[in-house]
C-alpha cells in the first residue's frame, strides 16, 4: 500500500512533534552508531524550544501523514540539516520526499550545490542519493561525513 504523504513548512505548532520525531530517531537509529553520551549531548539540541528557534533560523520542512508529522529536514543556505524520520515511518520514503522538498527549495534560493554533515547512521541514505562523501569531521568523539551533491 502507498503511503500517503504531505510535506509543507514547519510552522511554530509543529515544534513538539518535530522534536519527538527527531529524538525518536536518534534513540532508535543513531545508537547503533554513537555512545549514549553522544545521543544525550545531541537529544539537547532538539528539545520543542531548540526546534522553535532552529525553524526561525532555516527553512524547515515536514513530512504528514494523516494528521502526524512522520519526518522532518531543513535547510541553512546550502547545507541539509536534521533530516530525520520516524522510525516507524522509514524504508517508506519519507526521506527521499522531504529531500527533494529540500532540494527544490535550494534550487529557488539559487543554490547549485548541496552540503550535507551526514551522521555515521545516515551516510548510506545520502550516498543512494547522490552525495558524494567529502572527509570526516569530529565533534570531540562525535564522527560526521560531509557529503556534498551538485544540482545541475
Known sequence: MALWLGIRRAGEGDAEAVSRVIVAALRKNNAREYGPQII???EQSFSPSAVLQLFKKRQVFVAICGDKIVGTAGLDG???RSVFVDPE??????GSRLMLEIEEAARANGAT???VPSSVTAERFYL???F???RDSFHDD??????????K
Do not use: D, P, Y
Open 113 to 115: 550545490v548541496l552540503t
Open 128 to 130: 543512494r542519493l547522490g
Open 78 to 80: 546550502t547545507t541539509v
Open 132 to 134: 558524494c562523501a567529502l
Open 89 to 94: 515511518f522509514q524504508g517508506r520514503g519519507v
Open 142 to 151: 562525535e564522527r560526521t561525513i560531509i557529503m556534498e551533491r551538485s544540482l
Open 40 to 42: 544525550a549531548r545531541v
